[in-house]
């Protein structure tokens, strides 16, 4: 399996604030990474696919970088409504497809 | 826009099988368009993967869970289907069915709500 790990795996910020968490892959998966946003209770969103593409419909405020094993989703402003949990996912290994542990984004 | 819907017992007990069901309802489950997956969530956790189903019964299963699970699909009443056997208390989780889109990488465009089964006698 292709392990994902995310850092940090907590974060406090405060709104406005430029915020970027990290996805390393344990293999090099090129491009083949997505970004969700996760609030409690719900569903997982898919927010930026294929690395650096955003999703139709999510806020340009966000966006992803990286290839190869390592990877970064920025939120370039932070709003009030994006304190949640964030999760990469890999798809290189299709169909066995693995996600992070999450990051948790609180307020300061 | 594709919407999904799980549904099935709150409750199983060790060792018995796990059953749930994904409704879908603004597509098709026989279009071939889609994949249909179930992934789950322990309280607290990450996501964990745990099969698919597409093209009117073909299956991928993680292989960490092969050995006790079961997917299937019944196109007349636009479903699909989860089972799992054998369940302990590890196995207690929020469930989803999400689908993605053929012939794109595998990203997870639209998911159910979620249903909580716990696993306790």
């Known amino acids: 399996d292709i392990q994902m790990t995310q850092s940090p795996s907590s974060l406090s910020a405060s709104v406005g604030d430029r915020v970027t968490i990290t996805c390393r892959a344990s293999q090099s998966i090129s491009s083949y990474l997505n970004w969700y946003q996760q609030k409690p209770g719900k569903a997982p969103k898919l927010l930026i696919y294929?690395?650096?593409s955003l999703q139709s419909g999510v806020p340009s405020r966000f966006s992803g970088s990286g290839s190869g094993t390592d990877f970064t989703l920025t939120i370039s402003s932070l709003q009030p409504e994006d304190f949640a949990t964030y999760y990469c996912?890999?798809?290189?290994?299709?169909?066995?497809?693995?996600f992070g542990q999450g990051t948790r984004l609180e307020i300061k | 826009q594709v919407q999904l819907q799980e549904s099935g017992p709150g409750l199983v007990k060790p060792s018995q099988t796990l059953s749930l069901t994904c409704t879908v309802s603004?597509?098709?489950?026989?279009?071939?368009?889609?994949?249909w997956s179930w992934i789950r969530q322990p309280a607290g956790k990450g996501l964990e993967w745990i099969g698919r189903?597409?093209?009117?019964?073909?299956?991928n299963y993680n292989p960490s869970l092969k050995s006790r699970v079961t997917i299937s699909v019944d196109m007349s009443k636009n479903q699909f289907s989860l089972k799992l056997s054998s369940v302990t208390a590890a196995d207690t989780a929020v469930y989803f069915c999400?689908?993605?889109?053929?012939?794109?990488?595998?990203?997870?465009?639209?998911w159910g709500q979620g249903t909580l089964v716990t696993v306790a006698s």
């Open positions: 189903i597409y093209n009117r019964g073909s299956t």
């Open positions: 996912q890999q798809s290189y290994s299709t169909p066995s497809i693995t």
């Open positions: 999400a689908t993605n889109i053929v012939g794109t990488t595998t990203r997870f465009d639209y």
């Open positions: 603004g597509g098709s489950i026989s279009s071939g368009i889609y994949y």
């Open positions: 294929a690395a650096s």
